[in-house]
């Protein structure tokens, strides 16, 4: 199994920026996906973003796309989120993600029934 740590949440302004940080127990550069969920109370989970297994392709959802950047470093076990130019609606518990599957992840990361191994979550807050 994989370990997943999420950490770097907090408060912030709108107009604000962050970065999540997510460490891996395990190996995460070979022949994995990464990525971020993130949920609000009483809404389903939704996707974020994504990262193929050496960086080489991310995926976004429409509504965080130009301002949020996500990032591997894989020989520190670590995946990032930058935020930037953070809205009250950004506002969730933010899940970092690994999947043992790997290429056309622009197919199927929305899905989060296809992602293996979650994080605890960590909570990120907007304020207007």
């Known amino acids: 199994q994989v370990h997943l740590v999420e950490s770097g949440g907090g408060l912030v302004q709108a107009g604000g920026s962050l970065r999540l940080s997510c460490a891996a127990s395990?190996?995460?550069?070979?022949?994995?996906?990464m990525g971020w969920f993130r949920q609000t109370p009483g809404k389903e989970r939704e996707f974020v973003a994504a990262?193929?297994?050496?960086?080489?392709?991310?995926y976004y959802t429409d509504s965080v796309k130009g301002r949020f950047t996500i990032s591997r470093d894989n020989a520190k076990n670590t995946m990032y989120l930058q935020m930037s130019t953070l809205k009250p609606e950004d506002t969730a518990v933010y899940y970092c993600?690994?999947?043992?599957?790997?290429?056309?992840?622009?197919?199927?990361?929305?899905?989060?029934?296809?992602?293996?191994?979650w994080g605890q979550g960590t909570q990120v807050t907007v304020s207007s």
């Open positions: 990262i193929s297994s050496i960086g080489s392709s991310t």
């Open positions: 395990a190996l995460i550069g070979s022949s994995t996906t």
């Open positions: 993600v690994v999947s043992s599957r790997y290429g056309y992840a622009g197919t199927w990361t929305g899905n989060p029934g296809l992602w293996n191994y």
